[in-house]
């Protein structure tokens, strides 16, 4: 077999007229669907690299306060808006591992901002499996110890620093932790719902059916942004921002259902007039 720059498979073998390419030619319509979709995701580079990406986002999910190096909310005043820093292993042309350059603030009362200057003279060694700041794993166990952290006087701020000296990268990892784990929720609860109620509507029919094609009406005819509004000015006060966006997006996933449940039904009415069907 010859792979052509397509992707393309080429059999080597010499040419038969005689041949019967029946099964050939039949091979792809009695490949199952998950498998047709699987090579087609295959040879879709950016597919797959998009796929592996997030996988591994997922994987990575339950780690993100130990791969952190600081806490969401630990703030250094020392270093407000502070520019992204990088990693470097090699120093006077001596690879001595990874280690940061330290910086330091000054006023620019011309321009009323913060200026920062790099010392070059000065490699500082990163510090791995330090202790730190304190978190929780899958919310359930907590502990202080980090994958890397900011040697002493000096910082790690891949990403830079917000006005508060709050570690931007270190925010982005708790809030994909967070954005993601609630949206997966949200499909899950909306999957679950539709699959069930469209089946119940698809098999059963009658009265039944008329029941949830009503209810699916009304669900469909709810605006979305006044019904996230209603909803957060319902949820209590002393809820914290974390609780209020996964109750919000968990509502919203249980109210977005009604077009997966009419996709169902339908497959269940088509099914119901298949002659195998009627005859069993």
Not at 32 to 54: D, E, Q, T, Y
Not at 143 to 150: D, E, P
């Amino acid at each position: 077999m010859t792979i052509l720059p397509d992707g393309r498979y080429v059999s080597d073998a010499p040419y038969d007229e005689n041949e019967d390419l029946s099964a050939i030619e039949r091979a792809d319509l009695d490949m199952p669907n998950w498998k047709l979709v699987w090579r087609a995701f295959r040879k879709h580079r950016l597919a797959l690299i998009s796929g592996i990406f997030l996988l591994v986002g997922y994987l990575l999910l339950p780690f993100a306060g130990f791969i952190a190096p600081y806490t969401p909310n630990e703030r250094n005043a020392d270093y407000l808006y502070a520019p992204p820093q990088g990693i470097h292993l090699f120093h006077d042309g001596k690879f001595i591992g990874p280690y940061v350059y330290p910086t330091e603030a000054h006023a620019d009362l011309v321009n009323y901002r913060w200026d920062y200057t790099t010392d070059k003279t000065k490699a500082m060694p990163l510090e791995f499996f330090c202790e730190g700041g304190e978190y929780t794993i899958i919310g359930l166990f907590k502990t202080n110890r980090h994958l890397v952290c900011a040697p002493e006087g000096a910082s790690l701020f891949l990403f830079g620093s917000d006005r508060l000296g709050r570690d931007v990268f270190s925010r982005i990892l708790y809030g994909a932790q967070l954005s993601m784990t609630v949206g997966l929720i949200g499909i899950t609860v909306s999957f679950l719902l539709g699959i069930t109620f469209g089946s119940i509507a698809g098999y059963f029919g009658g009265r039944i059916d008329w029941t949830i094609q009503r209810i699916i009406e009304i669900l469909r005819s709810l605006p979305e942004l006044p019904l996230w509004l209603a909803l957060s000015a319902a949820v209590p006060a002393s809820w914290g921002p974390v609780a209020v966006f996964f109750m919000i997006s968990l509502i919203l996933g249980a109210l977005d259902w009604p077009g997966l449940a009419r996709a169902v039904r339908s497959k269940f009415l088509a099914l119901r007039e298949e002659e195998y069907v009627k005859a069993a």
